[in-house]
């Protein structure tokens, strides 16, 4: 999701903001004073398309005053982005995960700065760089040899000694990625083995001088001096410079070759299959294991079972061939060959290869009851189970006695299937079951989608006044809307009839059928020098009461009504604004006196805890929307220029949870 950041105060909205229904988003375009923004990023030294980035990429972009964008990936950043001329910026993409340490974790991080120039296209490439501190262990066959249960035990996080990394004869080759924590420089570490005379025997110590973007190789190795029978421990370090994850080659792992076919693919047993196995040093076994096989057939040293045949090319390479005439004795059904290499090293690699046979054993499957929150206005998810090895899993779902349409199911852990059916009318009744093979499983279980409704007065065409008081409602209708202007008509010592800040204007948005919008304008009111700031605004709740303290004006307002429609993906809206300077602002304002205003036009969503009151008199009594966990979605659109114009945006809701049923 994009995030627009900025600062805003409802007491400090000095604008003129017109907003009614809209219907569609405009994310790219030229206007004066403004500029192109075009970047490539690269991670691992290579270019990343928004196809091929880390799902984890962010992409941040700011200015002298902060953040202005910030995107959770690089497939929702624009491929062109307009941004204010004659400003300097800066663009930092972060990907890969940031943790303080864990194993083939890579985390990356680059900046770069740049100048927008009226109308010009400024293309920026954004180096990403390696930030992790590497470390491998290696074990001299002094140790191997000589002692049992061996294992060098790293403490990344200075002071926690619960975080640590160990590397053993269970993991060679692995490679502990940490992040320094600032200033961080040290790393302490204990050795510990077990000797079949000397018992157990352990030694720590502390690495210095440790730099990021360095990978630090620790071999250790252990002798005994003859004059006094004491052991002695050591180890060297080999300090390497790191700048992208395919520059990181401690150990090579060995490697299975599948020949002129896709291993990761199921096979047919109309031809014979070759793999070829290779190691950086020799084959000490190769071992073949499941369907036929059972527990396990070594290759290496010993007759080839029936079926299989091996050309041993190297001591370190060896060809093996899976014939046809193996592939008769396999049982129907999906049968699966796991194919394990080791080297002298102790490094491991293992493959499966899948041959499916005809005439499958029977497959059964049941579906899954559709729970309320997998049920939207257009799509629901549906889940099932499956028994056996099915060829092709399927949903069906049809209204009640209508035709069957057919989704295709995604394959989980331990028989789970699922998927997403989209393309649903709101408000309808439906069934789902799960296909297995052609054949309908079970009964199949009923949904009902989500009505789709429309927020009422979304025109803003209807306005009743009420001792002198406008509202923007119907005087029949149960109130939904609500303004500030009962506090700026109705507040003692200041309020008169005139200071309605929200009102219904005739200046329909283009294309409207209605004849109205909504007007919010904000101004001071006063009288012989005392006074108050009426912003103008309009939500969702009800305003309940405004104070006269003119050294410090403020309300309560009762925000959130009740919602039981479908959960809407975005909300469509048509404004124009006049943005003016602020010249009344409240101490410790996001907006100081001098600056241009801004205005704000948001939808949240919430599954407890409203209505709720706000007391405008404590700042810290506003929402947070982004991080109060009463939200369920929330999305927002800020208004920083003027826009003479009506003009058309989408605000795209960014949903936290799937499974969470908004109530307001």
Not at 424 to 451: H, K, M, R
Request: glycine share 10%.
């Amino acid at each position: 999701m994009k995030r627009i950041l900025s600062y805003i105060t409802t007491c400090a909205l000095a604008a003129t903001l017109f907003a009614g229904c809209a219907e569609d988003i405009k994310t790219d375009g030229v206007n004066d004073g403004m500029g192109c923004l075009t970047f490539k990023v690269k991670f691992d030294g290579k270019e990343a398309t928004r196809a091929d980035a880390p799902a984890d990429c962010v992409v941040k972009i700011a200015n002298s005053e902060g953040y202005l964008y910030i995107f959770e990936s690089l497939a929702e950043v624009p491929e062109k982005l307009w941004l204010l001329s004659g400003s300097d910026y800066s663009i930092t993409v972060e990907g890969g995960v940031k943790t303080e340490y864990g194993w083939d974790t890579p985390y990356y991080k680059g900046t770069e700065s740049f100048s927008i120039s009226d109308g010009q296209n400024t293309p920026v490439t954004v180096e990403c760089l390696i930030q992790n501190t590497l470390f491998a262990v290696g074990f001299d066959e002094t140790v191997t040899t000589g002692l049992t249960d061996y294992s060098v035990t790293l403490y990344p996080v200075p002071g926690d000694a619960s975080k640590t990394l160990v590397f053993n004869s269970a993991n060679p080759g692995a490679v502990g990625y940490v992040i320094l924590a600032d200033g961080q420089t040290t790393v302490d570490w204990t050795f510990s083995g077990t000797h079949t005379a000397r018992g157990e025997v352990t030694k720590s110590g502390t690495l210095t001088g440790l730099q990021p973007r360095k990978k630090y190789e620790l071999t250790f190795k252990y002798t005994v001096i003859e004059q006094n029978g004491e052991f002695q421990l050591t180890f060297s370090v080999d300090e390497t410079t790191v700048d992208y994850a395919h520059n990181i080659v401690i150990h090579q792992r060995p490697r299975i070759t599948p020949m002129e076919f896709d291993i990761t693919e199921v096979q047919t047993p109309d031809a014979d299959r070759e793999i070829v196995a290779t190691a950086s040093s020799e084959i000490a076994s190769l071992l073949v294991s499941g369907s036929v096989f059972g527990a396990g057939s070594e290759l290496v040293g010993a007759a080839a079972p029936a079926g299989v045949t091996t050309d041993v090319i190297a001591a370190n390479k060896i060809s093996v061939m899976f014939t046809t005439a193996l592939f008769t004795t396999m049982p129907a059904g999906q049968n699966e060959v796991t194919i394990k290499v080791t080297d002298a090293n102790g490094l491991i690699n293992t493959a499966v290869l899948k041959v499916t046979i005809e005439g499958s054993a029977p497959v059964s499957g049941t579906t899954n009851t559709v729970g309320r929150s997998a049920v939207w206005g257009t799509h629901a998810y549906v889940s099932g189970q499956v028994e056996g090895e099915p060829q092709e899993v399927k949903f069906g779902y049809r209204t009640n006695g209508g035709e069957w349409q057919y989704v295709a199911a995604t394959d989980g852990a331990a028989g789970a299937y699922s998927a997403k059916i989209t393309g649903l009318t709101s408000g309808a009744s439906y069934e789902t079951c799960i296909w297995v093979d052609g054949e309908q499983q079970g009964n199949p279980v009923a949904f009902t989608t989500e009505t789709a409704v429309q927020l009422p007065n979304g025109g803003f065409e209807d306005w009743n006044q009420n001792s002198d008081v406008w509202y923007p409602n119907a005087a029949t209708s149960e109130k939904f809307w609500d303004s500030g202007n009962k506090g700026s008509v109705k507040a003692p010592l200041i309020g008169n009839k005139n200071n309605n800040v929200t009102t219904g204007v005739n200046d329909p948005r283009t294309g409207s059928t209605g004849s109205k919008s909504v007007q919010l304008k904000s101004n001071w009111f006063g009288f012989m020098g005392a006074g108050a700031f009426a912003a103008a605004s309009i939500y969702s709740g009800n305003f309940l009461e405004a104070r006269a303290n003119l050294s410090n004006p403020s309300g309560r307002v009762e925000f959130g009504r009740p919602w039981s429609g479908a959960r809407p993906s975005a909300m469509k809206v048509w404004y124009k604004a006049t943005l003016g300077t602020v010249n009344y602002a409240k101490s410790g304002a996001p907006i100081s006196k001098g600056q241009q205003d801004k205005a704000r036009i948001y939808i949240a969503l919430a599954d407890k805890g409203f209505p709720c009151e706000i007391d405008t008199a404590d700042w810290d009594n506003f929402i947070d929307y982004e991080t109060d966990v009463r939200i369920v979605a929330f999305g927002e659109l800020v208004v920083e220029s003027n826009v003479a114009n009506w003009t058309e945006y989408t605000i795209n809701l960014k949903y936290r949870s799937l499974d969470r049923v908004p109530t307001h």
